[in-house]
């Protein structure tokens, strides 16, 4: 068969002699000399009938070299080599067997320094003596430089889009770093905590993995928090691993059910502790993966209710300014309670620079509001926003709506000048609980809007804004975020963040039963350009109070807690006090090469969809791996 | 409640101000200081009522100094710390805030540097000015140095081992190591490969993940492979990834339904740049943390058939010599046809030297096989052992079994001495399948039973004996070695390793369709002292190659073709040869370490029936799972 005998002839290539890479770096010493590559065939040009000149790409598609085939005219006998170079489909792979020849630099802009193209290698070129296909590219592929492939061809995506190959190996670099700076730097190991774990009610859906004991299954830890707190227990004093997490999840925002992140725990450490070695984790990592970059000295702090009031969010992006003040006390009666439903409400209010032409800044307005970002304002319960534009050629520079005395005020105390936005929002008399305000959201919806109209600058990609976030309420009510499963308590009550998380002072402990929404935790959440980049806590490492928070303040069964049991065994052999955290790191990484999505920073994403659209993962079970595992499907009901 | 009051007094304690090691390496420069360290409570000496020694552990429980707590004895007042200091339960985590004060070196042999134990601190101690507990140690937990925990206390374990928390740290350690040496000499970068993976039929049987979606699940991946594969494709030339694996076999000597290997793929590479770039990083990683080791110059290799005849195992132990012949050409016929039910076998022979003293050996023998482990061998189908004990004494050596003639050979080839033991036996006379013989089996059970008895001594922990075997078979009969649930293929026929595996040479290609049996696979493993470290190969890179493997070799129907599809529309689109390598990380860590069971250097290993007995996995699934899920529990038939 002649499958077999093309497959044969792949079996023994020669062996390259060097990479492109070597002969870039000291071309003229390799003149003369016989080589030997490997790469894919690139672009071709056929000057004439005996002249052909054709890009080399190197394994990693990183460098090319030209080769260069000539046959003299009065050959009439076929050349092999020659017409395999001009012939065979671009992106195959192949040896190429020639002679390095000295070349004339080619002209400029063809080997210009661009990161995102391959580099050309100027100084040499190779005279074609042989060349072996290693393998068919099959022409029904097209593949032009702005081909753009769906995600069942990641292969393709990935062979022909450097960008992502870039992200991928500066993935691997930035976990590298990491890990080693932790350990030379602050003393710590890796430990690799087990995938197959319980199910136990920490707060996200586990996915779970069914065992042939018919009916049992292990779960997917959604984080390695109880087996890193397991290790304080053990003399473990610095933890640290780049863990795989798992949360089967209603995919929204970017999120993927398997994800990385860069897990850490301390022994006797405080809160301060875990900041401080984080802190210096990511600006030594900065300082080494994207020098050009200038970070504040120390990253600043707000508190949760400084950061809702202030952004409304608890993952404020400073670098828009955009300051929401309240501002009921200074308007008239009449407005605020026309203003939305609500009766007594908080009345926030904020600029956000548009244009310094009204005309223009009035027409973003109504584009923005017909537009489908603006829905979930308008259809807001508290109120949709009321939107005013500076003019000063309107009566009370147009900001009529606040009356005389209100717009004077505020226009002195925003800075208002033409064309600047002012949005005002009511929201319920009551304490921030949540990740964000409406108020807090529509200024992000603004902002992004103002950007895509070019209206506003684009971030400069330079430019990364920490913020240490603290002083999270410990609980909040199980109706603001109903998570699912959830922690499974009675009280109405659920952990902001997850039940082992410790309250941060004395005080706090007393408001566990007396006002348990007003106790802050030991939590922190370190936060860049808008982004919450991870989050961690001092944990609760007394047994009693672990149990007292389970059974008492969350209001779990005797069941739930006896899922705990392990963790409340651990902590009463004498643990020490003990602090971590975790960082996304998909989102780490996407956020230092500023791309959008997590997508663009992980070899094999999921799709919307919890997909592997290039595998065809998740696929049907059979009814024989139904049957090892004791299972069958549910009547319908 | 007083539960909330203890805890209280634990949320702020006060950093220490140096760590134990800081003292130990400069110590006189601390003289006077006041310190605040972090550590357990070791173990007390009450000298009298006003004077009490009590070592203080380290955090990271490696180092121990002495603190020094005395009263004058006309003070009546109570010291608390002078109290605490007496009673608090040992193990209890504390703070202790003191003065540093020279001391006179501990009597010899406390200080030694047995690295089993703590480092004492030597040339200072402290004198206790307060002790703050920050947890307590509960009494009915008893600790000794040789209490041996339940698998369920493995924190207790950890704790207060140090054997383990080392072995966790030197894995730490070699898992750097390796990452770092394949980047920075060999180009290799890390990428991250999907765990909700799906099902494909490359051999183990797989843990599913059931979807939200109603009987569609993920796989996790028994390995990397296919992912690996893809990338080849996708233009990244070096890969590596330390992996986190699952298999849902039946666990048998010391397996784990979740491992981790050392995962590389290199494309444009052959068999040879693969066991090159292992062997180096190898040499490199045993010359860094094993440097007392002498590792052979270049690994020794042997085939597949060679292992097998000469040492009866693909994974052989070289150190223990006994090798094995094959003498039925030199035996009496009558002696043959008794020797076991097969009629034309092959026999064979190895000489065991268990002692200088006949009698020794004998009662050696006999308490072999009355033993549990000579069961299967005197049950094996083939036919029992026969056993002789060299002994000049007694006529022919005690070799009257096999002859005059044959003795007298025999003694010669074996260079037999008084007190060896000669082992003869059957097998049929067939080409070698699977992974050992029952001979090879004897060999490695005679073995390890005379190292139990101290008739031979225990290997030498610095002996490291590498070898590479080659030239495996690449399809073994499936009724050999039945996977489960295998590949499914209808030709009687299993890949020996997967079912990508490239035959080796253009001759094996063309056996492929004759006698496919006989074709060797491009396979290599790595084997150290006669365990497995890992294995790899050239892969299949051609699709057509692949499927034509798939369907007409192994004969899989179309619908387990399909299951390949992704894999082989990315071999379609131009990938380039490849091979790769996966070393089991457990295991290269327990060997280097000279520990029996993978376990010993796994933070939290599962039982032999799977089970993690520390937090209770895997449980019983809830109702409101299984509906989550679409799942029921299967009708009993």
Avoid at 151 to 170: G, N, T
Avoid at 175 to 192: I, K, P
Avoid at 396 to 414: C, P, R, S, V
Avoid at 431 to 448: E, K, M
Wanted: net charge negative.
């Amino acid at each position: 068969q002649s499958l077999l005998t093309d497959f044969k002839k792949t079996l023994d290539f020669s062996p390259a002699t060097c990479s492109l890479a070597q002969l870039a770096s000291n071309s003229t010493q390799w003149v003369d000399k016989q080589v030997t590559l490997h790469g894919y065939v690139g672009a071709r040009r056929v000057a004439n009938k005996t002249l052909v000149f054709a890009e080399l790409h190197d394994m990693s598609l990183t460098s090319i070299i030209q080769i260069v085939s000539s046959v003299t005219k009065n050959v009439d006998s076929i050349s092999r080599p020659h017409d395999l170079l001009r012939d065979l489909e671009q992106h195959t792979p192949v040896v190429i067997q020639g002679t390095v020849k000295g070349r004339q630099a080619p002209k400029a802009g063809q080997s210009s320094k661009d990161e995102s193209k391959p580099m050309i290698i100027a100084g040499v070129e190779i005279k074609l003596d042989n060349i072996t296909p290693l393998n068919a590219f099959p022409k029904d592929l097209i593949v032009t430089s702005d081909t753009v492939f769906s995600p069942e061809k990641r292969h393709l995506q990935i062979k022909h889009d450097k960008s992502i190959r870039d992200a991928l190996i500066f993935r691997s670099k930035v976990s590298r770093f990491v890990r080693d700076h932790l350990a030379d730097n602050h003393g710590f190991e890796e430990f690799e905590t087990p995938l197959l774990f319980k199910s136990t009610p920490e707060g996200a859906r586990e996915f779970l993995v069914p065992t042939r004991n018919p009916g049992f299954a292990y779960a997917l830890p959604q984080s390695p928090q109880q087996y890193k707190q397991i290790l304080m227990a053990s003399g473990i004093s610095r933890y640290m691993q780049i863990a795989r997490c798992f949360r089967d999840e209603d995919l929204r925002a970017d999120r993927q059910p398997e994800f990385t992140q860069v897990d850490l725990e301390m022994a006797f450490a405080s809160d301060e502790d875990v900041m401080r070695t984080v802190e210096d984790t990511v600006k030594a990592l900065w300082e080494k993966m994207l020098p050009g970059a200038a970070l504040s000295e120390a990253f600043p702090r707000m508190t949760y209710a400084e950061a809702m009031s202030r952004y409304g969010s608890d993952k404020p992006d400073v670098r828009l300014g955009s300051e929401i003040r309240r501002v009921e006390y200074m308007l008239p009666v009449d407005l605020v309670s026309k203003i939305g439903p609500l009766s007594d409400p908080i009345v926030e209010v904020m600029k956000v620079a548009i244009s310094d032409d009204p005309a223009t800044t009035r027409k973003f307005v109504s584009t923005f509001m017909d537009s489908p970002e603006a829905a979930s304002f308008i259809s807001n319960p508290e109120g949709q926003p009321g939107i005013s534009v500076c003019d000063s050629r309107k009566p009370l520079q147009g900001l009529q709506t606040f009356g005389f005395e209100a717009a004077e005020q505020l226009e002195e105390t925003l800075d208002l000048q033409d064309g600047d936005l002012v949005v005002l929002q009511a929201r319920k008399n009551a304490a921030f609980a949540g990740g964000s305000t409406p108020i807090g959201n529509l200024r992000l919806a603004l902002h992004r809007f103002a950007c895509k109209q070019a209206l506003l600058p684009p971030h400069d990609p330079q430019m990364f804004e920490f913020l240490w976030v603290t002083d999270f309420p410990l609980f909040t009510p199980t109706s603001i975020e109903p998570t699912e499963p959830g922690q499974g308590g009675t009280t109405g009550l659920t952990s902001t963040h997850h039940p082992f998380t410790a309250p941060k002072t004395a005080a706090d402990v007393d408001l566990l039963l007396e006002a348990p929404l007003e106790a802050k935790g030991a939590h922190y959440d370190l936060v860049l350009n808008g982004v919450e980049l991870g989050g961690g806590s001092r944990r609760i490492h007394n047994s009693l109070m672990q149990e007292f928070i389970f059974r008492h303040v969350l209001g779990m069964s005797d069941e739930r807690v006896g899922n705990f049991r392990h963790l409340l065994e651990v902590l009463r052999a004498g643990c020490p006090p003990h602090a971590g955290m975790a960082l996304g790191f998909d989102r780490l990484v996407a956020v230092m090469l500023g791309r959008e999505s997590v997508r663009d920073v992980i070899a094999f994403p999921k799709s919307g969809r919890g997909e592997d659209l290039m595998v065809g993962a998740p696929t049907r079970m059979s009814d024989g791996q139904m049957r090892t595992y004791g299972l069958q499907m549910a009547a319908k009901v």
